[in-house]
């Protein structure tokens, strides 16, 4: 089975300074590995996703999020916070199929807050 | 707007009483699935549709819910008796899913939610 752990429900930063957002997952079988971010009253949207090759990944707004299997990490991060950058932040697993992937195992989320 | 959309945005109901929600995809997508979101919680896969057929639902969805995609497009998803426990945010997302590309790209786009709030 696999599951997604974040460590940190909120996180507060300045702004300026750096983000990490931790996420741990378990999987049986190498995992595919996404983080979302949901701003208020709206759906998700991807910022980035891992599903083979070079293990550091760059996404949008900045972002980046580097997977380490020894580690079973996938942790967010951006070098300097911005003000927009308030929102939640879920980490998610899926197992890819022929074809593609299948439905989405998410964490709790991490809500980051920015402040001047 | 070419996005998910989910109707209505916010629903508030009594106990005991049928609730439908409705998603329609992107218009390509033949993948529908829909997830739950608890006050605080990531959200819960419950179940997901390609084309028509229902192909897998969670333990989540228990005899008072009940999803369908009839013609391969829209989604409702119902759910009879409501309880309190049902308040939640309810997302909808599609995705275009090729049997025979390998491993491409079938990301899941998101739909803004319906928030349900039963009293």
């Known amino acids: 089975a696999q599951s997604v752990t974040q460590l940190g429900s909120h996180v507060s930063v300045s702004e300026g300074a750096l983000v990490l957002l931790r996420c741990n997952y378990s999987?049986?079988?190498?995992?595919?590995l996404f983080w979302y971010v949901q701003y208020p009253n709206q759906g998700l949207q991807l910022l980035l996703k891992?599903?083979?090759?070079?293990?550091l990944v760059k996404g949008i707004n900045g972002f980046e999020a580097e997977f380490k299997k020894s580690e079973t990490s996938f942790h967010l991060t951006k070098p300097s916070a911005h003000m927009s950058d308030a929102a939640e932040y879920f980490c998610a697993v899926t197992l890819m199929f022929s074809g593609g992937y299948n439905k989405l195992i998410f964490g709790a989320g991490t809500r980051l807050a920015v402040h001047p | 707007d070419t996005g998910v959309s989910q109707n209505p945005r916010h629903k508030i109901t009594k106990r005991g009483q049928n609730v439908t929600f409705r998603c329609d995809p992107i218009?390509?997508?033949?993948?529908l699935y829909w997830y739950r979101q608890t006050l605080g919680q990531g959200p819960e896969f419950l179940t997901y549709f390609q084309n028509e057929a229902q192909l897998e639902k969670s333990r989540l969805l228990s005899d008072r819910f009940s999803a369908e995609r009839p013609k391969g497009s829209f989604s409702t998803l119902e759910i009879q008796r409501t309880e309190q426990g049902d308040s939640a945010m309810y997302l909808c997302?599609?995705?275009?899913?090729?049997?025979?590309?390998?491993?491409?790209?079938?990301?899941?786009?998101f739909g803004p939610g319906t928030r349900l709030t039963v009293l």
């Open positions: 218009s390509e997508h033949n993948r």
């Open positions: 999987s049986s079988v190498p995992p595919y």
């Open positions: 997302a599609s995705s275009y899913h090729r049997p025979t590309s390998g491993r491409k790209n079938n990301e899941q786009f």
């Open positions: 891992y599903t083979t090759g070079a293990t």
